[in-house]
């Protein structure tokens, strides 16, 4: 996975997390998203 791909990923994630009507289905994307900044970002090239 690219750096690029990860940062589109991460875009669309925290699009998710950011509608306000989502707020429950959220939680799960907030964790993603925090999975995915915490690891793959520190990981990559």
Same mark, same amino acid.
């Given at each position: ?26 939680? =799960?994307?907030?964790?993603? =998203?925090? =999975? ?10």
């Amino acid at each position: 996975m690219t750096r690029e791909t990860v940062i589109k990923l991460l875009a669309h994630l925290h699009e998710n997390v950011s509608r306000s009507d989502q707020v429950k289905k959220s939680a =799960f994307n907030i964790r993603t =998203f925090l =999975f995915y900044r915490e690891t793959l970002v520190v990981h990559l090239p």
